[in-house]
């Protein structure tokens, strides 16, 4: 081959693997064994995938504080795929109204989350099918017209006999920067003298976490109603 098209084909070869590079194909979070069903439910469920992810701790606490007060991407099972960079999710059960997607991570420091993302269309027990079922459903509508949540827990350690967990007082912080407002006291005002849940709210979405100012929490839920 003559040498000016032997530089001219790998340009060509260049510019079309560059798109690929470039967007970051490789995730940071690599598929492992998946858990085992209740064998009273194997019929129902299929297993739960794994992944390991290669950041620590404070990394994938810093991931799910962007993911939590992130007010332009729908709470949407692709929007959480970026935010951990994980394998592609999927469900755990046909349903042809709902796709319900969940994922054991773990990581550096022995940290495991677990993540579970539910899009639905309503009403769930009548009226048209909002998916084509499958591993990956198909959305027969537009995502604005989902009711969307993702439920972030940090389930165990692999490594210590303690369970970490999320500090709140930064989460405050950073849903104070954001321009995020705690409306649990408008939702649910207390009666009783029991702690209150935080529930902050932007636009349509909300976030809620399970602790106060000076403690640590394991649970977190954001949740997106359809746009009506």
């Given at each position: 081959m ?6 001219l084909?790998?340009?060509l070869?260049f ?5 690929a590079?470039?967007a ?6 690599v598929?492992g064994a998946?858990?085992?069903v209740d ?12 992944a ?16 939590s ?7 949407s099972?692709?929007?959480a ?6 394998p592609?999710?999927t ?6 109204r709902?796709?319900s ?6 990581g550096k420091?022995g940290?495991?989350?677990?993540v ?10 009548k ?8 591993l ?9 017209d ?7 827990a940090v389930?165990?350690s692999?490594s210590a ?7 709140v007082s930064?989460?405050?912080?950073a849903?104070?920067r954001?321009g ?5 006291m408008?939702?649910?005002p207390?009666?009783?003298g029991?702690?209150?849940t935080?529930l902050?709210?932007e ?7 399970d602790?106060?100012r000076?403690q ?5 839920a954001l ?6």
């Open positions: 003559h040498p000016v098209f032997r530089w084909m790998g340009i070869i510019v079309a693997t560059f798109p590079i470039a970051g194909s490789h995730p940071l979070c598929e998946p858990e085992p064998p009273h439910f194997a019929s129902q469920l299929r297993p739960t995938r794994t390991t992810c290669a950041y620590d701790f404070s990394e994938l606490v810093a991931r799910i504080t962007k993911l007060f992130d007010k332009h991407d729908p709470d099972v692709e929007t795929e970026r935010a951990f960079a994980m592609e999710m469900t755990s059960y046909d349903d042809p709902r796709a997607y969940s994922m054991i991570l773990s420091d940290w495991k989350l677990s579970w993302v539910r899009e639905s269309f309503y009403p769930l027990d009226g048209r099918a909002g998916f084509v079922p499958g990956r459903p198909k959305r027969l509508f537009k995502i604005k989902a009711d969307l949540r993702i439920d972030l389930v165990g692999l006999p303690f369970v970490p967990c999320i500090p930064p989460f405050f912080d849903s104070l954001e995020w407002q705690d409306i649990e408008k939702v649910s207390p009666t009783d029991g702690l209150r935080p902050f709210q636009g349509s979405k909300r976030v809620s976490i602790g106060q000076g640590c929490a394991q649970h977190i949740m997106q109603p359809a746009v009506r």
